[in-house]
T-cell receptor, first 109, second 114 residues
Framework: LAKTTQPISMDSYEGQEVNITCSHNNIATNDYITWYQQFPSQGPRFIIQGYKTKVTNEVASLFIPADRKSSTLSLPRVSLSDTAVYYCLTLDSNYQLIWGAGTKLIIKP | EAQVTQNPRYLITVTGKKLTVTCSQNMNHEYMSWYRQDPGLGLRQIYYSMNVEVTDKGDVPEGYKVSRKEKRNFPLILESPSPNQTSLYFC?????????????FGQGTRLTVV
């Protein structure tokens, strides 16, 4: 049974780099790993997506090892406004969506 | 502006009174989906649609109906709401395939069934 596991919560401070890792066994071999950000009372918002190795955009980086059994979202130099819940999303080998339970990230001044 | 619009944002209703939550997207996306979000349970997919007139059950479809008569609209229907359907609901759309491409979510509808 496919499962996606992320830490329930994390704390950090402004200006630090934050890494959130998601473990996902039995994912589809040819589909993307996607991360979303959600603020209270809003819908999730797409952050980044990757298939393997490293992907970087203007807000984050995503590291995916060769075995694709995990992925790490990296947020450089976080600010208070990065306080949110972060979800990883994959497809399992039956191409069913598997959402992580979310990581509540709290950034302190 | 590209967006997914849900209405209403908040709704309180009584058990058994049929209701519809509307969802509309302006991006010409083929794929649309409904989720419910409950504390401790994360996002759970209710129904999804790959294109017009093509809908399928997600993880928790019981008690819900959907329709996709037009590409832009994907309403969620609760024929006989019950208190266990009190939840926060999100509609989402993406260009193609499953939701594992960049998906756009609506602002959410907070439903309370008393």
């Amino acid at each position: 049974l496919a499962k996606t596991t992320q830490p329930i919560s994390m704390d950090s401070y402004e200006g630090q780099e934050v890494n959130i890792t998601c473990s996902h066994n039995n994912i589809a071999t040819n589909d993307y790993i996607t991360w979303y950000q959600q603020f209270p009372s809003q819908g999730p918002r797409f952050i980044i997506q990757g298939y393997k190795t490293k992907v970087t955009n203007e807000v984050a980086s995503l590291f995916i090892p060769a075995d694709r059994k995990s992925s790490t979202l990296s947020l450089p130099r976080v600010s208070l406004s990065d306080t949110a819940v972060y979800y990883c999303l994959t497809l399992d080998s039956n191409y069913q969506l598997i959402w992580g339970a979310g990581t509540k990230l709290i950034i302190k001044p | 502006e590209a967006q997914v619009t849900q209405n209403p944002r908040y709704l309180i209703t009584v058990t058994g009174k049929k209701l519809t939550v509307t969802c509309s997207q302006n991006m010409n996306h083929e794929y649309m989906s409904w989720y419910r979000q409950d504390p401790g349970l994360g996002l759970r997919q209710i129904y999804y649609s790959m294109n017009v007139e093509v809908t399928d059950k997600g993880d928790v479809p019981e008690g819900y109906k959907v329709s996709r008569k037009e590409k832009r609209n994907f309403p969620l229907i609760l024929e006989s709401p019950s208190p266990n359907q009190t939840s926060l609901y999100f509609c989402a759309s993406s260009l193609g395939g499953q939701m594992n491409t960049e998906a756009f979510f609506g602002q959410g509808t907070r439903l309370t069934v008393v």
